[in-house]
């Protein structure tokens, strides 16, 4: 009872000094602090002394009287050191000299001014002011070569505005998402292979199409599966027969757009051959560099590294030598490609050795070019029956390698080939670049190069054998 009591008395003595606090503090509010407004009359100009503006402001009456001090011209040193006068500027008393206090000042102040900034006036380069004609930004300079851009984006965008059209016609409503199991459980049973237009929207974002007919058959599944399921007469499988009749009609409006597109993604579906035979040797470069630790043969070799190297090697080739030579279409057939992969192989044998571990790696990519050149056999040969054979050693002499001087009779055998009688084979037209040809530099080519053969024809023995060379050319021609 006692400890209760005591307890009791404690808190109410805390109750009582609460009270108080709170009656002292209604009694004594604290008044808020009054913020003193800013003014401008404490603000004091270092340049002209006045108060109520800075040294940066217009209204300063120094402002504009405060000129940029740069280093002074020749002229106007000139100037300030004759500007001083002559009269009692040094005196003489026995072995001293006495300079007066003008020409020291007048030294220094000289010295300081030249040593202010390091370029002359005239060469300060004026502020410019909006709205001066003269504009530097205007003026045309150098085009620069932009990187293309990958065609399968723009192709990509051009089926994904098809697919929105879709999704916003009514009738694909039920084609808009997948089918739902718990609602028709036994639709994956019937559909083995389900499609629908957000599968196709991510698959078009991923760059899964790259033709027209890829996209197309994703379409066709989507109808043919609601027809298998559903049945032909329905109303679902009508709706998609109507949502397939527009997607024809908006894939006829890009259609040209798509087929440019498709050419340069995929250049075998287009109409060069020869484009289409480089870009198929160009993915078994791709393969090649794949090999693992076939870095040596990436790119040329240093001759900083290697000083010797091209001492011993007469021909060094490496990948991204044949890389560029894929780009510049110079492999018309597969021969002229697995020549350039030998050469590495003869290469490497040559420098290190026959049991090197380079030499190896080189086999190996031999190996796998040979491999991807073999997956590809068909193409090949088709590409390689539509490009004119033109033989490697009529390009090498016409592009300055063997040169015929007129010194040995010519001959044209069977296979189109002009052929000197030391077996060395000579080119009348020289390397054509697929990409950016021009037929009128070609055909004058041609016709000079026809004219110096038929001249050198009549040196010949015979009329008769006149008259059947001459033929022979005109037909080569």
Not at 428 to 435: A, C, K
Request: charged fraction near 30%; glycine fraction near 4%; hydrophobic fraction near 35%.
């Amino acid at each position: 009872k006692e400890k209760h009591s005591d307890h009791v008395c404690r808190l109410q003595d805390q109750l009582r000094r609460l009270k108080k606090v709170e009656e002292k503090a209604k009694k004594k509010a604290v008044k808020p602090r009054k913020e003193k407004p800013l003014t401008t009359i404490n603000m004091c100009c270092s340049a002209c002394g006045q108060r109520g503006h800075m040294k940066t402001n217009k209204n300063c009456p120094m402002y504009k009287n405060n000129p940029v001090n740069v280093a002074l011209t020749d002229q106007e040193l000139a100037q300030q050191e004759s500007s001083i006068g002559q009269d009692d500027l040094v005196k003489v008393e026995g072995t001293k000299v006495l300079l007066n206090r003008v020409v020291v000042d007048h030294a220094n102040d000289v010295r300081r001014k030249s040593l202010l900034l390091r370029f002359p006036k005239d060469k300060v380069r004026k502020k410019r002011r909006h709205g001066e004609e003269e504009c530097d930004y205007l003026e045309k300079r150098k085009s620069i070569q932009r990187r293309k851009t990958n065609p399968e984006v723009p192709f990509a965008d051009a089926l994904e505005k098809i697919v929105n059209k879709l999704a916003v016609v009514s009738e694909a409503w039920a084609f808009l998402k997948p089918v739902q199991a718990k609602i028709v459980p036994d639709y994956y049973n019937v559909i083995k292979f389900p499609m629908d237009l957000q599968t196709v929207r991510d698959n078009i974002r991923k760059h899964e199409y790259t033709s027209r007919q890829q996209f197309m058959e994703h379409v066709n599944l989507i109808v043919n599966n609601c027809i298998t399921y559903n049945g032909f007469n329905s109303d679902l499988s009508k709706n998609a027969q109507r949502m397939l009749e527009i997607c024809v009609a908006e894939m006829k409006e890009v259609d040209k757009e798509l087929e440019q597109l498709e050419q340069e993604i995929n250049p075998i579906l287009g109409d060069d051959p020869q484009v289409a035979l480089s870009y198929l040797f160009g993915k078994v470069v791709e393969e090649i560099k794949a090999t693992p630790d076939s870095w040596p043969f990436h790119t040329p070799v240093s001759a900083k590294k290697l000083p010797d190297y091209y001492k011993i090697i007469r021909r060094p080739m490496d990948l991204d030598t044949m890389h560029k030579n894929v780009k510049k279409h110079k492999y018309l057939c597969r021969e002229e490609f697995i020549a350039d992969i030998n050469q590495i192989v003869e290469n490497s044998i040559t420098y290190n050795g026959p049991s090197s571990p380079y030499t190896k790696t080189a086999e190996l990519m031999k190996m796998v070019g040979l491999q991807a050149l073999e997956s590809a056999t068909e193409s090949i040969s088709k590409l390689e029956e539509q490009i004119p054979h033109v033989p490697l050693a009529l390009r090498q002499e016409s592009s300055g390698s063997t040169v015929y001087d007129g010194s040995q009779p010519l001959s044209v055998d069977s296979s189109d080939t002009m052929v000197l009688d030391s077996g060395q084979a000579t080119s009348p037209v020289g390397d054509i670049d697929v990409e950016g040809w021009e037929e009128e530099s070609i055909a004058e080519d041609v016709v000079d190069v026809k004219k110096v053969l038929l001249e050198d024809l009549q040196h010949s023995s015979s009329s008769e054998s006149n008259s059947e060379s001459e033929l022979e050319v005109n037909q080569f021609f």
